[in-house]
């Protein structure tokens, strides 16, 4: 109970998977994070289904590396809402399911965020490969090691958090730096 303002609603604590999992057809103070993350996951790992079939009538010179750079993009999604909807499921298990959950649902952000930033990239930076190929490594190893302080419980500690909200935001400044570098280079175009 991490919101004062909900004082109903809670589901009790099931130590099953399976209890927990048939609380899905309920009304609590899940419900909407629950629904509307299964049915966008369900979603995004389908929607790439019409799309490539679009892309190959509308678009012929669509090459694999397209297919593999919107895949990557569609996995991201597709990864953030199944993770994020299974720590919303199973959190109420227990707490040691509820921290594995929680590091689980962190991790979906991640995968989303470099899943998004691959295509901007690919895009972005279409024309100087050797730029592509920094941005990659850069995006890649700061995911990589946003993922290392998401699931290492001991980088949890107090001590630190400094460092934890410096690889975020690392990660996420890494995007905004991308983009305005395109946007200088290459104008409004790219």
Request: aromatic fraction near 18%; charge should be positive.
């Given at each position: 109970?991490?919101?004062?303002?909900?004082?109903?609603?809670?589901?009790?604590?099931?130590?099953?998977?399976?209890?927990?999992?048939?609380?899905?057809?309920?009304?609590?103070?899940?419900?909407?994070?629950?629904?509307?993350?299964?049915?966008?996951?369900?979603?995004?790992?389908?929607?790439?289904?019409?799309?490539?079939?679009?892309?190959?009538?509308?678009?012929?010179?669509?090459?694999?590396?397209d297919?593999?750079?919107?895949?990557?993009?569609?996995?991201?999604?597709?990864?953030?809402?199944?993770?994020?909807?299974?720590?919303?499921?199973?959190?109420?298990?227990?707490?040691?399911?509820?921290?594995?959950?929680?590091?689980l649902?962190?991790?979906?952000?991640?995968?989303?965020?470099?899943?998004?930033?691959?295509?901007?990239?690919?895009?972005?930076?279409?024309?100087?490969?050797?730029?592509?190929?920094?941005?990659?490594?850069?995006?890649?190893?700061?995911s990589?090691?946003?993922?290392?302080?998401?699931?290492?419980?001991?980088?949890?500690?107090?001590?630190?958090?400094?460092?934890?909200?410096?690889?975020?935001?690392?990660?996420?400044?890494?995007?905004?730096?991308l983009?305005?570098?395109?946007?200088?280079?290459f104008?409004?175009?790219?």
């Amino acid at each position: 109970r991490d919101n004062e303002y909900i004082l109903s609603g809670y589901r009790p604590i099931s130590n099953s998977f399976k209890r927990s999992i048939r609380t899905i057809p309920y009304v609590h103070n899940e419900t909407a994070n629950i629904l509307s993350h299964l049915f966008s996951s369900f979603l995004f790992f389908t929607l790439p289904i019409p799309v490539y079939q679009a892309l190959q009538l509308r678009y012929v010179t669509a090459s694999i590396a397209d297919i593999i750079v919107f895949s990557t993009f569609f996995f991201g999604v597709a990864t953030c809402f199944l993770l994020s909807a299974s720590f919303h499921i199973f959190h109420n298990h227990s707490k040691s399911i509820h921290i594995l959950g929680n590091q689980l649902d962190y991790l979906s952000i991640v995968i989303l965020m470099w899943g998004s930033t691959i295509p901007c990239i690919y895009y972005g930076f279409f024309y100087t490969p050797s730029l592509q190929k920094i941005y990659y490594t850069l995006v890649s190893i700061l995911s990589t090691l946003c993922i290392y302080a998401t699931l290492n419980t001991a980088f949890h500690r107090p001590k630190y958090r400094p460092y934890h909200t410096l690889i975020y935001s690392g990660l996420g400044l890494s995007f905004i730096i991308l983009i305005i570098h395109g946007v200088v280079r290459f104008g409004w175009e790219i």
